[in-house]
């Protein structure tokens, strides 16, 4: 099983700044993606950011040119800078990491879920 631990989430007036850390431990043979969505009360998840493993990025429209993700290999850890916040930015904010577990002569594929952790944008 792999399993991520979130941190970094809370309250912030708008205008400012938070940085989210999602960590992934476990039977992890290779990370391929990680990325963050997030969903709002009503609304649908939507995609903020994903990161291949080779540093290609992708961005929901809505934040592109204000979040800025990065991963530490070594560390499999993946990083969402957020600046110049918005109120439309709260949300429950999930990590999510797809690559290979399995024992020594197997190969698994699988795609986990973080438990989420709440940004809040607001005065």
């Known amino acids: 099983q792999v399993q991520l631990v979130e941190s970094g989430g809370g309250l912030v007036q708008p205008g400012g700044s938070l940085r989210l850390s999602c960590a992934a431990s476990g039977n992890i043979k290779r990370i391929n993606d990680m990325g963050w969505h997030r969903q709002a009360p009503g609304k649908q998840r939507e995609l903020v950011a994903r990161i291949t493993r080779d540093d290609t990025t992708t961005y929901g429209d809505a934040v592109k040119g204000r979040f800025d993700i990065s991963r530490d290999n070594a560390k499999n850890t993946v990083y969402l800078q957020m600046n110049s916040l918005k109120p439309e930015d709260t949300a429950v904010y999930y990590c999510?990491?797809?690559?290979?577990?399995?024992?020594?002569?197997?190969?698994?594929?699988?795609?986990?879920w973080g438990q989420g952790t709440q940004v809040t944008v607001s005065t």
């Open positions: 999510n990491v797809a690559g290979w577990t399995g024992g020594a002569d197997t190969d698994l594929t699988f795609r986990s």
